[in-house]
Nanobody
Framework: QAHLAESGGGLVRAGDSLSLSCAAS????????MAWFRQASGKDREFVAR????????YVADYAMGRFTISRDNAKNTAYLQMNDLKPEDTAVYYC??????????????????WGQGTQVTVSS
């Protein structure tokens, strides 16, 4: 039973950077991978990035490549999302998610068993 806590969101200007953190706690769960999703007002939740816990291989959405970087600290059970060159269209609630096993369709929110409550990222133009 995992609990996820996101932090690091805020209000920034276009071109600025933010770093998000997601700390996992609890027991009786297998931390296979962690991911970031985002949901803008009136839109569906969409995939941002995912990282496997053991090999740290990252997968990043096309729109985020070159700007966003996902990483993890095994000792702290924490995943990070470094976001650079933020754009107004990046404005959304950003959610951390945990996957307890292998799922090929990792871009789908439905394969993740645990979710944080989200942190708001607002980018002004």
């Amino acid at each position: 039973q995992a609990h996820l806590a996101e932090s690091g969101g805020g209000l920034v200007r276009a071109g600025d950077s933010l770093s998000l953190s997601c700390a996992a706690s609890g027991d009786s769960f297998n931390l296979y991978a962690m991911a970031w999703f985002r949901q803008a007002s009136g839109k569906d939740r969409e995939f941002v990035a995912r990282i496997a816990w053991r090999n740290a291989i990252p997968y990043v959405a096309d729109y985020a490549m070159g700007r966003f970087t996902i990483s993890r600290d095994n000792a702290k059970n924490t995943a990070y999302l470094q976001m650079n060159d933020l754009k107004p269209e990046d404005t959304a609630v950003y959610y951390c998610a945990l996957d307890t096993g292998v799922d090929s369709n990792y871009r789908s929110p439905g394969v993740y068993e645990y979710w944080g409550q989200g942190t708001q990222v607002t980018v002004s133009s």
